[in-house]
């Protein structure tokens, strides 16, 4: 459970982190025992828990260090153990720089909330976004609503987007949506646009009523509307993503057919 003090709550959240705990019975912590070891200002305390502390500090940078734990140490990680599976590439390669992480929270995130960010919650957020460090970040799916539309011509109009961040979409694959997409992504410097369209057996029969031929027209015929409107506004400043929804409902050969 998490116990903010009042005075936090409307507080941009800067870090939140788990810390294991030589006090594990601790249950109470005066807030000048915590100290940013990084120059910043004193962290708020904000709740704690049985064997470890849950820390609120609204102006820590991610750098801080705590009681000698520096949040961003990767050395405290092991990488996976290498497997001998000659048949494929992929298992046996490791990882040996960091990747492109991709935020979702502006679209899968909000559509999980009772209440729906409004446009200044998301710019504030997306603002939080950038600082964290994240160069790819879904900012929406800009066909589905007015808000939506109107938060990805906020960002573009309003030059929130940083020049080495690019945003992501979402879209069906059908041809008003594309091209309403599109018109939410004009004047953008670069923007990934992800398409997808499901091929399950149960949204086949039941909700779209087509064959599995069909299915597959609809994803070919949305590629080719991309790379048609990309053509028309500078193909250099998108990058196309497909997936097939449902993907682990899908039928594995039918959803490799339509890859």
Known sequence: MIFMPPEYVDIDIQLLRVL???????QHVDEEEYVCKSGNAEAGLSSLTGDGRLLYFPRAKPSTVIYGVDFMDHTKYRPFPR????????????????????????RDGNQSLDIPMTLEQKLAFFKFL??????EI???FPAASETEFAFTRALIEGGHIPEDVTIQVLTQSREPLIRRTFEA????????????????????????????????????EGAKLFNEIADEMGPEKFIFEYSPESFSQTEPEFALETL
Request: aromatic share 10%; charged share 20%.
């Open 138 to 140: 879904e900012v929406g």
């Open 20 to 26: 294991s705990s030589p006090q594990s019975n601790t």
């Open 185 to 220: 992504l004009a004047g953008a410097r670069r923007a990934i646009v992800h398409l997808y369209n499901n091929s399950a057996p149960l949204w086949r029969e039941v909700v779209f009523g087509k064959s599995k031929a069909e299915i597959v027209g609809l994803a070919v």
């Open 83 to 106: 497997m001998d599976f000659p048949q494929r590439a992929w298992p046996s390669r490791r990882i040996a720089k960091a990747p492109v992480w991709c935020s979702v929270d502006l």
């Open 130 to 135: 950038t600082e964290t460090g994240f160069k």
